[in-house]
């Protein structure tokens, strides 16, 4: 006969909860970014049934016909490039971004606030502005050049994809700039902790 089921009592272990992102208060910046690079990214996302369509396609046309098509090898590129590009903004935003997690969630919250603002300030936001200030020259260069693809049969207005690169950037940065509001928002203008609290 089955023995019924004991309470959880003094001694039962109780898993914890998973790790979960920095919960940041909302400010008037990010009420207006973050929405915006919500819709983009899940726009962007679509890109990537595209690309994988993109990429069968070539696989047949060679395997199958043994017709190779340099676009299509050039578009998977572009595709790819457009994606990444376009999300990292998103991934900032939504805190999914690529992180040494074994570390980080064994800080404080306040803690990784601090950390957080400090690279985004010292190092996310001198990086994208060196993106933006050469990279939109390195698009204006190739339009200006009508530069095409090297390859015969690839594909032109290769300035296209190059400045794909300078509103990736440009997204990232409203990215940090509403990220960083929320950070000081949640370290300055937060409701005051008592001193014996761990946060």
Same mark, same amino acid.
């Given at each position: ?7 959880? %009592?003094? *001694? ?18 990010? +009420? ?8 983009? /990214?899940?726009?962007?996302?679509? !890109? ?9 396609? *070539?696989?047949? #046309?060679?395997?199958?016909? %043994? ?15 457009? %994606?990444?590009? #376009? ?18 969630? +064994? ?6 606030? $601090? ?12 990086? !994208?502005?060196?993106? #933006? !200030? ?11 050049? /009508? ?13 296209? !994809? ?21 950070? $000081?928002?949640?370290?300055?203008? %937060? ?9």
């Amino acid at each position: 006969m089955a023995s019924p089921p004991r309470e959880p %009592g003094r *001694n039962a272990v109780v898993e914890a909860p998973p790790a979960s992102s920095l919960a940041l208060p909302q400010t008037a910046l990010s +009420r207006r970014i973050d929405p915006l690079l919500v819709a983009i /990214g899940n726009a962007v996302s679509w !890109i990537w049934v595209l690309l994988l369509a993109v990429i069968v396609c *070539n696989v047949l #046309l060679r395997y199958a016909f %043994g017709e190779g098509r340099v676009e299509f090898e050039e578009i998977q590129w572009h595709l790819y490039s457009v %994606g990444f590009m #376009l999300g990292l903004g998103y991934a900032l935003q939504a805190d999914v971004h690529v992180r040494v997690d074994v570390l980080h969630e +064994r800080l404080r919250p306040t803690t990784q606030a $601090w950390i957080e603002l400090y690279g985004l300030i010292l190092f996310v936001l001198p990086f !994208i502005a060196l993106m #933006l !200030i050469y990279g939109a020259q390195f698009a204006a260069d190739s339009f200006v050049t /009508g530069e095409v693809s090297s390859s015969p049969g690839g594909l032109p207005y290769r300035w296209a !994809i190059k400045a794909v690169l300078v509103l990736g950037f440009a997204l990232l940065g409203l990215a940090a700039l509403s990220r960083i509001t929320r950070l $000081w928002k949640f370290l300055f203008l %937060g409701p005051r902790r008592s001193p014996g609290s761990t946060d």
